[in-house]
């Protein structure tokens, strides 16, 4: 006997932004030097390199595809871990049907979603669960890191001078 069951969707809405207009917050850097201690760049991307491939990218208008692609960048220079990673590739969290990342082209409000996301599971996570605690300082992580990009994205100064001291 042979039961058919009909397959169960997997479709996931974007994560749902409530305050899509949030630009600075808590994580925002503010000076160059702030932002360099973030992101403890090596000798595999210098700070010319992460300006130039920066430029152009608007972190409260970005797409899912864009967002992975600066991650894809800092995981390969060894400047994030995998969690910080995950997150960002997974941009705004849409599915489809089939559980495939949809929207990837669809710009949202990254600063805003990741900030709203760590208030989130903050109030609302349980610490007795599995990597808890690893996804939560993935998600601190993640904030810092944007607010790092963020200041390095939309710095109007053409010279940005950072004193790296040994």
Do not use: C, W
């Not at 390199?49 to 970005?62: I, P």
Request: proline share 1%; hydrophobic share 40%.
């Amino acid at each position: 006997m042979n039961i058919n069951y009909q397959a169960l969707s997997m479709k996931s809405d974007a994560y749902f932004i409530k305050n899509p207009l949030e630009v600075t917050n808590s994580y925002t850097k503010t000076n160059a030097d702030d932002a360099v201690d973030v992101l403890k760049l090596n000798d595999k991307l210098s700070l010319e390199e992460l300006k130039d491939s920066l430029k152009g990218y608007d972190f409260t208008s970005v797409s899912t595809y864009e967002l992975a692609m600066v991650g894809s960048l800092l995981r390969e220079n060894g400047l994030i871990d995998n969690y910080v990673s995950i997150i960002f590739t997974s941009g705004s969290m849409a599915t489809d049907e089939n559980g495939h990342q949809a929207g990837a082209d669809v710009k949202f409000n990254a600063i805003a979603m990741l900030n709203q996301m760590l208030e989130d599971r903050l109030a609302h996570g349980t610490t007795e669960g599995a990597g808890f605690h690893e996804f939560t300082k993935g998600l601190i992580r993640a904030n810092h890191v944007l607010g790092a990009l963020s200041y390095f994205a939309s710095s109007v100064q053409s010279d940005l001078s950072v004193s790296i001291q040994a």
